[in-house]
């Protein structure tokens, strides 16, 4: 279902990829794609496609970790994170089979508080996903912890309606730009 969805999905978005990815050519210096290291399922780590947000000499940690994210946005950059645009690329995970829908978000290689957390609680077993059961329940504004349990939530009570029920919800908060801070 993942592959069908993604497929379909990336047909329908692909204008918006096209328009997106010119964009940021045109817009700052460096390549269209940030490939990000993330830590996938049992803690493998894969390349996670993004649109570029960030000037490329911007340090490689997550952005609640920079004394000031703004200055090493792009000029698109915010617009495109507010928008969740530069996530699309992401599809391209799914169609690779690194990512699912629905699951914990990838976390970046060295969010070391994150990941063994998540492996002490066993999460580090489902696969990760475009959005998950967090990401609707606060995305930015929750802590590694918040974050973690609702992980172990979603652990424990995965179900066809619940992914249903975090996918339409994610439209919903997507739309709203709900919980992003950076």
Do not use: C
Request: charged share 20%; net charge positive.
């Amino acid at each position: 279902m993942n592959l069908i969805l993604a497929l379909v999905l990336t047909l329908v978005f692909l204008p918006v990829m096209l328009a997106v990815a010119l964009l940021v050519r045109l817009t700052s210096r460096g390549p269209v794609f940030f490939l990000s290291d993330r830590v996938g399922t049992d803690n493998n780590i894969f390349k996670m496609y993004k649109f570029r947000t960030m000037k490329v000499d911007t340090p490689n940690v997550a952005t609640h970790q920079l004394s000031d994210p703004d200055q090493h946005l792009t000029s698109i950059g915010g617009f495109l994170r507010k928008t969740s645009l530069d996530e699309i690329p992401q599809l391209i995970n799914v169609i690779k089979g690194d990512m699912n829908f629905v699951g914990p978000r990838p976390a970046l290689y060295n969010q070391d508080d994150l990941i063994a957390l998540r492996t002490r609680k066993g999460v580090h077993k489902l696969g990760v996903g475009l959005t998950g059961w967090a990401q609707i329940n606060g995305r930015d504004e929750l802590s590694i912890p918040e974050k973690v349990e609702f992980d172990e939530y979603y652990l424990h009570h995965r179900s066809l309606k619940l992914d249903l029920k975090i996918m339409f919800k994610t439209i919903f908060s997507v739309t709203m730009s709900e919980g992003i801070s950076h």
